[in-house]
């Protein structure tokens, strides 16, 4: 763990907590996600998360907006209480919740517990002013690539060009409250059901990005989703649709691995995020055969 991060913690620990630092433990650092640094601590009062942003991270989510929506959340109780989120710094402190991320387990057997969820979001009604609005999302990340000197392949320009000839499909005239990063890894399966974790993308969208969302490791995870959260079979244009919103997560998504290989973070966290990028592009490519 980086030294600096410890003596953070323990400050902020004291600030929010009050909980001295001799009384205060950091315990393990939470692994996955490309963005953020999350710690299990254990303090005075209880055990906690502590997240911490790392370095670019600010370019990609807007602390407001995610402190919005994790209020607005609140009555669903589908998260883990927030104890305190610092929107300028990013820093967040929430309660910890004892369980498994969906990531180390079968995701397929788990389906049922995933679409109930969902749908409990989905279908809440509850209304923001933020959209998540993928298409200005993406040229905005596209922005931060460029202004670092880097260019798009031709493949890229492609698989977005074929993206883009379907963005009236993929945007909902009514749209509904997302979490916008529902990968497996943000589940959390505990003794008193199912948790949804890290609401830093989320926002008014389609649904159907949530359930290709949960197509983060295994797309099959996602098409197998798509069924249980409907309860019928889907129409082959449903199916199409949810390779769509996957296409366009993959191009999102190797923008930011652009992004931080540019700015030195392969070499400082020891994460070859070039073969990521490239990782993405190559699936966004496959996608867009797929949907053509």
């Not at 910890?96 to 995933?114: N, Q, R, S, T, Y």
């Not at 290709?212 to 199916?239: Q, T």
Request: glycine content about 6%; hydrophobic content about 35%; charged content about 30%.
């Amino acid at each position: 763990m980086e030294k600096v991060h410890e003596q953070r913690i323990k400050t902020l620990a004291e600030d929010v907590l009050e909980s001295p630092e001799e009384l205060t433990r950091i315990e393990r650092r939470l692994m996955g996600g490309m963005s953020n640094y999350t710690y299990v601590v254990r303090a005075n009062t209880g055990t906690y998360t502590f997240r911490i942003l790392g370095k670019g991270a600010e370019k990609f989510v807007d602390r407001k907006e995610e402190a919005h929506h994790l209020s607005l959340i609140e009555p669903l109780c589908l998260n883990n209480e927030t104890i305190h989120l610092d929107t300028e710094t990013g820093d967040k402190i929430a309660t910890f919740i004892e369980g498994a991320p969906l990531h180390e387990k079968d995701p397929a057997k788990h389906l049922g517990a995933v679409a109930s969820t969902l749908r409990r979001l989905h279908e809440s009604g509850l209304q923001s002013p933020h959209l998540y609005n993928p298409f200005r999302r993406l040229k905005r990340y596209e922005g931060h690539v460029r202004k670092l000197g880097k260019t798009h392949e031709k493949t890229y320009h492609l698989a977005k060009a074929h993206l883009l000839s379907f963005r009236t499909h993929m945007e909902r005239p009514d749209p509904i409250l997302i979490h916008g990063d529902a990968q497996p890894s943000n589940f959390i399966v505990t003794s008193k059901g199912f948790f949804l974790t890290d609401w830093e993308f989320s926002g008014m969208g389609h649904p159907f990005h949530d359930i290709a969302c949960f197509g983060n490791i295994d797309f099959e995870h996602a098409l197998s989703l798509l069924p249980v959260y409907l309860e019928r079979g889907p129409k082959p244009e449903e199916e199409r649709l949810l390779r769509l919103f996957r296409l366009y997560q993959c191009l999102l998504w190797h923008n930011v691995a652009l992004y931080k290989h540019e700015i030195g973070l392969s070499e400082e966290l020891l994460i070859p995020f070039d073969k990521v990028a490239k990782k993405y592009l190559s699936m966004a490519r496959d996608l867009q055969e797929e949907t053509s």
